[in-house]
């Protein structure tokens, strides 16, 4: 099952893409009960190097300081704030101010070795909002409605091949170029056919998941120089199973499906707004769907502002 959804704003100016992305998700709820998220691109306002730590911590004495000590040996916390604890686990944010992008994923290391606290994501475009449970709840959690942006992607999951938690839900990111996330519905077939080339060339896999899998591939090529759109293209050929997936980038985003049809997509635009998702009923929250288009079997595309 899984719903997934994408919205860009042609303009490049601010919209309130958080309350837009949690109506095209609360749409499609019913496809994914156990957990959901935001890539929410463009609204940070965050200085050049500044990046944005997205960290789950343990309730328990001691622990948040560790973690405050941990990040201020490397590079000095500029601002912080806390989520309220939900299940005895608070989220932890801070920005920090980096020499370079290839320093965030060794200090994201650093911090995972601390027991009972791992970094949800870095990042300096965009905000990523998962979390465990329903849409609104989520929402109503991390104020994801108040938050404005140029575009977003979103998820809601059915899990069907590995744990229900923060960590695991949707989206996905790789740190091998700044700020490209995945969300997915479906499987890949071919996982380890596609992951190992990717490992033995340097990539960090933190889970067995197929959607980081998706991620993965995609930073590599277009870290090779490919375009979004020559990247989807090879996906759908490279990769097998039932599978349809949106990308988001710092500017844009982009879809593929797989080349049998087997995963629902949907499209519609208009002079303002470019729009996909699962189901025609998350459309009709941002737009007037009289020319919805049909996501054909092998189809990609990708919009950018």
Same mark, same amino acid.
């Given at each position: 099952?899984?719903?997934?959804? @994408?919205? !860009?704003?042609?303009?490049?100016?601010?919209?309130? #893409?958080?309350?837009?992305?949690?109506?095209? &998700?609360?749409? &499609?709820?019913?496809?994914?009960?156990?957990?959901?998220?935001?890539?929410?691109?463009?609204?940070?306002?965050?200085?050049?190097?500044?990046?944005?730590?997205?960290? %789950? #911590?343990?309730?328990?004495?001691?622990? $948040?300081? %560790?973690?405050?000590?941990? #990040?201020?040996?490397?590079?000095?916390?500029?601002?912080?704030?806390?989520?309220?604890?939900? %299940?005895?686990? *608070?989220?932890?944010?801070?920005? !920090?101010?980096?020499?370079?992008?290839?320093? $965030?994923?060794?200090?994201?290391?650093? !911090?995972?070795?601390?027991?009972?606290?791992?970094?949800?994501? @870095?990042?300096?475009?965009?905000?990523m909002i998962k979390d465990v449970g329903l849409v609104k709840d989520?929402?109503?959690?991390?104020?994801?409605?108040?938050?404005?942006?140029?575009?977003?992607? @979103?998820?809601?999951?059915?899990?069907?091949?590995? +744990? !229900?938690?923060?960590?695991?839900?949707?989206?996905?990111?790789?740190?091998?170029?700044?700020?490209?996330?995945?969300?997915?519905?479906?499987? *890949?077939?071919?996982?380890?056919?596609?992951?190992?080339?990717?490992?033995?060339? @340097?990539?960090?896999?933190?889970?067995?998941?197929?959607?980081?899998?998706?991620?993965?591939?995609i930073a590599d090529k277009l870290s090779q120089d490919y375009s979004?759109? %020559?990247? $989807?293209?090879?996906?759908?050929?490279?990769?097998?199973?039932?599978?349809?997936?949106?990308?988001?980038?710092?500017?844009? #985003?982009?879809?593929?499906?797989?080349q049998l049809g087997l995963r629902p997509g949907v499209m519609a635009?208009?002079?303002?707004?470019?729009? +996909?998702?699962?189901?025609?009923?998350?459309?009709?929250?941002?737009?007037?769907?009289?020319?919805?288009?049909?996501?054909?079997?092998?189809?990609?595309?990708?919009?950018?502002?």
């Open positions: 099952m899984c719903g997934i959804a @994408g919205v !860009v704003f042609k303009d490049k100016n601010l919209h309130p #893409v958080g309350k837009f992305m949690t109506r095209m &998700l609360d749409a &499609l709820q019913h496809r994914g009960p156990d957990s959901a998220g935001f890539a929410l691109y463009g609204g940070l306002g965050l200085r050049e190097h500044e990046y944005l730590l997205n960290i %789950e #911590v343990k309730e328990k004495p001691g622990l $948040l300081d %560790e973690v405050k000590t941990t #990040v201020n040996a490397a590079f000095p916390i500029e601002s912080e704030e806390i989520i309220p604890s939900v %299940e005895n686990y *608070i989220i932890y944010r801070c920005k !920090v101010n980096l020499e370079s992008f290839s320093q $965030l994923k060794p200090l994201i290391m650093d !911090v995972d070795k601390i027991d009972n606290v791992i970094v949800l994501n @870095g990042a300096h475009s965009f905000e989520i929402a109503a959690r991390y104020n994801t409605e108040d938050k404005m942006g140029t575009h977003a992607i @979103g998820h809601t999951r059915f899990s069907t091949e590995s +744990i !229900v938690d923060r960590y695991h839900a949707h989206p996905f990111q790789s740190y091998i170029i700044p700020d490209i996330t995945v969300v997915h519905n479906g499987q *890949i077939t071919n996982y380890w056919k596609i992951r190992d080339p990717l490992e033995r060339k @340097g990539h960090i896999f933190e889970t067995n998941n197929d959607t980081e899998c998706i991620v993965h591939y979004l759109e %020559e990247a $989807l293209e090879q996906s759908v050929k490279d990769m097998d199973g039932p599978f349809s997936y949106i990308v988001g980038t710092p500017n844009g #985003v982009g879809i593929a499906k797989d635009e208009n002079d303002e707004v470019f729009a +996909i998702a699962s189901e025609e009923v998350a459309l009709r929250e941002v737009m007037d769907t009289s020319n919805i288009e049909q996501i054909s079997p092998g189809e990609t595309r990708a919009y950018t502002i």
